[in-house]
């Protein structure tokens, strides 16, 4: 599964940064039963489906193959708000069938139990179930999106399975563990596309307007990776290695889908190659929806891949450079689970970082090998900075963790799953080399195909190939949680050779005085401009000899997972050559000073001193990087006017002419990475307050009806942006028209998140009314409580919990001990403290808080920053005017 994505113009221009990953958390209190009794297996589903749309319900039988390992006299499986009119078992076709002699539904435990007055003996079963289900509103189960075309409005069907909700159409075993083949057949209008794992085996017209559609039937695979959908959709295809590729759309835009075909057609050879496997279905779909998830963006089922239009198509009316890259990150995303989670599958969600882990390092992987002008191996690090940032407070948790329930599960899809995950794997990957990594993870797919895993079976694997103790390694970094810190400590340079000392420690935000843990680094440094040496540090003190003297700049190349603590005298050096180090060393030092000065183990000033270094001809990477922080320390003096005009002033000097050097429109063969930096800075400036930049966007937006070139795509949803933010009442009801107007469903979704955006409390205020409607959409309205948040986040809290009842109805059920959290976590006022610990006391069971404490932490955090910290600011730019 891919995290949410939205517009990253849209995320830049109102502060908002990607939400964590994921479907599920609780809704309530209650604790779903995590695992099932293990007196019986499923072999194979045989499903029966006629949903009625219009009513948003449906009706199924099921005829599940199952081996029974002990006596029972109970068959229990998950089921959730299920309604069962009749159940039987029989040992096989022909035989006779007996019906149950009672049918238990426990709401709470989401499982169905079927009890029949004789025993049965272990051997071989048939269990035939009819039932009916409800369609829903949100992303989980089956679920109906509505959308606006230009000939009206229109409805589709769509599954979301991960992590428990395959149970709320199939009554099924519903854990990754569980393995079998599944057929399913539909009853569906005849002019509606229908879209499974598996391509249409047969499809027989019926005589009052439906048809029968018949899938071949799947490999066996986990219950959370089966697909559905339905509706008036087009097809566009290709064709690789024999394999059938297509994406699905509503019809319409499939010409908006080419960019995300032809990435599928190169990344399904690379990985072909790659995995040593060959992708094993017979065809494989991007299935493009309308509308969105607060928690994903994209997921991988088998041979149907499931994702939100806004994170796949290409609109030229407002898809930027930055949309493109992600469209193809999510492709390569969701296709590199097709074999890791899919063809190889965790055994329970302790080890869900076996997916998604490996999957985000693939997308990056993949991204730098076949698109290198985009330079996306620089996002490595602002991935990892932002596994740190979570890692870093007491509320974390290894990548290898214990969940115990279905609400745990859904928690475990965040930063630490995903870019942790993917930081290791890149660690680990180049410390015993890319060719070794490639070949213990093709013996991986090939022991363990169609089975599922633990991680130790592919350190197992590893350690095969690499010939080196990658195990011992892999646990400090999966089993214990937190990030290395290594001080670096005064050099001696003698005979051509520098000798460093390096002394390990733990990285921590809200624990200062906590005893660290230990880890085996794998620590690469070089003397800047000469060879690299490498060490593997074992203890607290380690002695590194490095080739030639100079400067010394430890995890060049910033592979490792650590941060970088430099003696005040290396780190002044380090500055004073900050236009000498390569592009990702200079994003790894900017990432470590900023963190480790907010957590006053350094100068927190210190990051304006790279920025004093900086070049104007960095690498647009470089001065995204600077826009990021800059926005970040502005929010730190939210409520403080004077102290924050003094810095926005500096912030402004410092950025505009890097915005006046790329200019407005892009020019002829400028590099992609420009493009992103213009819409950036843009969004940054405009937030800082520029006149210029308001003005400038205030003209565009004015005279784009006479101006065809004033509004164009690339840059269309950030001036949009700016316009928001400053927007008064007139304003606003303008782009509320233009929402309303709208007829694309993927550009209309963007529209009504601008209206969020506004810094105007009343604004925000209406923009929160205007959620509780049905105008925005279903699956949008959660979104613009979401936005308001970023700018309000008391606001929008207190709005949330005042309207709970309404907004848990638009929320996607299982996540909405995820969502209420994150609405105040923005906030630096000490009240949201109490506010947070009274909702999860009053609404959270005690296994699924995390959000809930980690939302606190952070709170305590931005209050210990804006009170110890900015003084450092102040004081810099009073000597620096």
Known sequence: MHRSLIS?????????????????????????????????????????????????????????????????????????????????????????????????????????????????????????LVYTGKIGSQANGLFALDYDTKDGKRRALYTQFENSDARRLIPSWDEPNYKASFALEVTVPKDQMAVSNMPAASTTELADGRKLVRFATTPKMSTYLLFFGLGEFDRTTATENGTDLGVVTQKGASSQAKFALDSSVAVLREYNDYFGVKYPLPKLDNIAAPGRSQFFSAMENWGSIFTFEGAMLLDPAISTQRDKEVAFLVVAHEMAHQWFGDLVTMRWWDDLWLNEGFASWMEGRTTARLHPEWHSELESVAGREQAMARDAVATTHPVVQHVETVEQASMAFDDITYQKGEAVIRMLENYVGADAWRDGVRAYMKAHAYNNTVSDDLWREMEKTAHKPITAIAHDFTLQPGVPLIRVGDTVCQNGSTRVTLTQGEFSKDQPNKKPLSWRV???????????????????????????????????????????????????????????????????????????????????????????????????????????????????????????????????????????????????????????????????????????????????????????????????????????????????????????????????????????????????????????????????????????????????FDFALAHLEQVNQKVDSPSRSRYFPRLGAQSADPAMLDKLQAYADAHLAKGSRRDTDTAIAGIKYRIKVRGERLPEIDTWLANNK
């Open 522 to 796: 794998p620590v690469t440094a070089q003397v800047l401009g000469g060879a690299s040496a490498s060490t593997l540090t074992k203890g607290a003190r380690t002695v590194l000899t490095l080739p030639g003297c100079g400067p010394v700049l430890v995890n060049a190349g910033q592979n490792g997972y650590y941060r970088t603590l430099y003696a005040p005298a290396a780190f002044k050096t380090l500055a004073a050559n900050f236009a000498k180090l390569p592009t990702i060393d200079q994003l790894g030092l900017m990432g470590d000073t900023w963190s480790l000065g907010l957590a006053g183990l350094q100068p927190a000033s210190g990051f304006l001193d790279l920025v004093q270094a900086t070049p104007a001809d960095a690498a647009p990477q470089v001065w995204g990087k600077v826009a990021e922080v800059f926005n970040s320390i502005d929010q730190f003096y939210s409520g403080q006017p004077e102290r924050r005009q003094r810095f926005d002033a500096y912030a402004i000097a410092r950025l505009s002419p890097v915005l006046a050097r790329i200019g407005w429109s892009a020019a002829a063969g400028e590099a992609d990475p420009v493009a992103t930096l213009r819409n950036h800075l843009i969004a940054t400036l405009g937030m800082l307050g520029d006149p210029a930049v308001i003005a400038e966007a205030r003209r565009r937006y004015a005279a784009q009806s006479s101006d065809a070139s004033a509004m164009p795509g690339a840059i269309r949803l950030t001036v949009l942006g700016v316009v928001a933010r400053q927007a008064d009442s007139a304003t606003w009801d303008q782009l509320r028209a233009s929402a309303q107007a709208e007829k694309s469903a993927l550009v209309k979704t963007e529209l009504y998140d601008l209206l969020a955006a506004p810094s105007d409390a009343a604004l925000a205020q209406r923009a929160l009314e205007l959620a509780l409607t049905d105008e925005p959409g279903a699956t949008n309205s959660p979104a613009l409580i979401v936005h308001v948040a970023q700018q309000h986040p008391d606001l929008a």
């Open 8 to 128: 990253a113009a849209v995320l830049t221009l109102i502060g908002l940064a990607p939400l964590a990953h994921a479907t599920p958390a609780a809704a309530t209190a209650v604790q779903a039963t995590s695992q099932l009794p293990r007196n019986a297996s499923p072999t194979h589903y045989a499903v029966s489906l006629t949903p009625d749309a219009a009513a948003s319900t449906f009706s199924a039988t099921v005829t599940i193959a199952l081996d029974v390992k002990q006596r029972t006299n109970t068959l229990t499986l998950n089921a959730n708000e299920l309604a069962f009119s009749a159940a039987s078992i029989s040992a096989g076709p022909g035989q006779p069938a007996i019906e149950a002699a009672h049918i238990g539904v426990d709401a709470a435990a989401e499982t169905a139990s079927f009890s029949f007055a004789q025993p049965l003996a272990p051997g071989h079963y048939q269990l035939h």
